[in-house]
């Protein structure tokens, strides 16, 4: 199956910066990338989804300015979490949607933040 | 999408066949079934779909009854790496509509 690829796969930060978070799909190229992010013991919850070259369409209740989504490339797509507060710190998982699609969407690892 | 409902949890002996039920009652005649697993602190595996009619593949075999109001994921010889969530997830699969949404899974013990 396709490959996707998230970096970093954990970060530790302080209250108040900013972390950056890319997820890359490494053989195939991606028209669309979907963010999610999960809770301890929780389902994935759909946060945001990405088309290459065109602003992110965010979820009810996600804050568009404090979770920045840029697709730029057919094979990056990033999630800087800007001021991050400790209520942040979750597990973020990218998915990707390959130009010939088959069916099925490809998950990253997960990157998981811990904001102190 | 419709609604899917699923055992909460399910425990199955290493090396048995484990049966993974989930009704969607109220699924559309162009959704179709999926099932991804999520193994702890890794992103979501997609294992299979299917429309109606049953479907294998090297990972497990998808059952979808006649009316298409539940299936079953069959893992035919588990092992403890198969211990994850296990989600089941209808949806229509055409550009425009492929995100997915979560319910909350089965979480699936293989005991040893």
């Known amino acids: 199956g396709a490959v996707v690829s998230q970096h970093p796969s954990w970060v530790i930060c302080k209250s108040g910066t900013s972390v950056k978070i890319e997820c890359r799909s490494l053989d195939f190229q991606a028209t669309t990338m979907f963010w999610y992010r999960q809770f301890p013991k929780q389902s994935l919850m759909l946060m945001a989804t990405?088309?290459?070259?065109?602003?992110?369409?965010?979820e009810q209740g996600v804050e568009k300015d404090k979770f920045l989504i840029n697709h730029a490339s057919l094979t990056l797509s990033t999630l800087t979490v800007t001021s991050a507060h400790p209520e942040d710190s979750s597990f973020y998982i990218c998915?990707?949607?390959?130009?010939?699609?088959?069916?099925?969407?490809?998950f990253g690892e997960g990157s998981r933040l811990t904001v102190l | 999408d419709a609604k899917t409902t699923q055992p909460t949890s399910m425990d199955c002996a290493e090396g048995r066949a484990a049966n993974l039920p989930c009704n969607h009652s109220t699924i559309s005649g162009n959704e179709y079934v999926y099932w991804y697993r999520q193994i702890h602190s890794q992103g979501p595996q997609y294992i299979i779909h299917g429309l109606k009619n049953n479907e294998t593949n090297e990972m497990a075999s998808l059952i979808i009854t006649e009316d298409r109001k539940s299936s079953t994921l069959i893992l035919p010889h588990a092992t403890l790496r198969d211990t994850a969530v296990y989600y089941c997830i209808v949806r229509v699969a055409n550009f425009g509509n492929e995100k997915l949404t979560f319910g909350t899974g089965t979480r699936l013990t293989i005991i040893p």
């Open positions: 990405s088309n290459e070259g065109s602003k992110a369409t965010y």
């Open positions: 998915s990707a949607l390959g130009l010939a699609f088959t069916g099925e969407l490809f």
